[in-house]
């Protein structure tokens, strides 16, 4: 028997009615050969692994039943699941040299792992999202998108497209112009750029031309001070006017400090000054009494 699968589905809550399986129908074995049908249909969903799981339920609702147990677990393990997926959402960031493209799978993969857990978000918190985790080469489109669509309105591949539509033209520009390879670096520039109003800002030839000039005037005053005929002289004259005006304070001669003098210290030599005098005395006593003692013996 091969039943019409359109009638599978019903709406609202079951019926079910005490009845003899010789009092079927042939709409009633249809249904309840739904049963069999929808084991049929899980079982060739399933790999060997996951089959080896379910093999002893009998009926469609228990396999279903395992499934969902074995696959999203208890509502624990819900509840860890959530939070890890939260934190992913919040600290998502657009890396470096990463395009459009790789970012929508990366933010695409946590919002329907969020969704498979029963968290949602409206349109413009995603929206919102995104443009945060965007660099900042990246705001002065951020912003006018912000002005110019109804963010609760605009559709998460919709916003994905717009961006990949804006990456897209500023790597075909950077191609045209300067030689670059990479894109990020010429969305950098390209978004500098655009950030600067006419009226403010200077031509690139300009701001090289200024910082020319002035390198130039730093350079000549440096030479002028560097190479001055003069200098040398200056600094000879100095210090010899210097050295002159040097006094040492040991031996009152010019030239040098006291710390430097080769001479004895002044506290040195009148102690031996005073010591030569004081035997100059006594030599001149011992003298006085020896002619003292000649005239007695005479």
Known sequence: MKPNLAFAITSGEPQFLEKSRHDYTNEDKKKANLDNVARDILYKTLDKNMFSK????????????????????????????????????????????????????????????????????????????????????????????????????????????????????????????????????????????????????????????????????KFGKFMRKSYNPYTSYNNVYKSEKVSTDLKCYNCDRPGHFAADCNRPKKEDRSRDDKRTDDRYKKDEKKDDRSKERSKDRR
Request: proline fraction near 2%.
């Open 54 to 217: 379910i093999k002893t339920c009998t009926t469609a609702k228990e396999i279903w039943e395992k499934l969902t147990q074995i696959c999203e677990g208890n509502d624990e393990t819900k509840e860890n699941k959530l939070t890890v997926a939260q934190q992913k959402y919040e600290s998502i960031k657009m890396k470096d040299g990463e395009t459009m493209a790789e970012f929508d799978e990366r933010f695409s993969a946590v919002v329907i792992e969020l969704t498979s857990l029963g968290k949602e978000y409206s349109n413009r918190e995603l929206a919102l999202k995104v443009m945060r985790a965007l660099p900042r080469e990246w705001d002065v489109k951020t912003m006018a998108m912000r002005e110019s669509k109804d963010l609760n309105k605009l559709e998460l591949h919709d916003l994905f497209a717009n961006l990949k539509a804006y990456e897209f033209e500023l790597e075909t520009r950077a191609e045209a112009g300067p030689s670059t390879s990479q894109p990020t670096k010429a969305l950098a520039v390209t978004t500098t750029i655009e950030q600067c109003s006419p009226s403010k800002s200077k031509s690139a030839e300009q701001i090289s031309n200024d910082a020319m000039s002035l390198l130039v005037k």
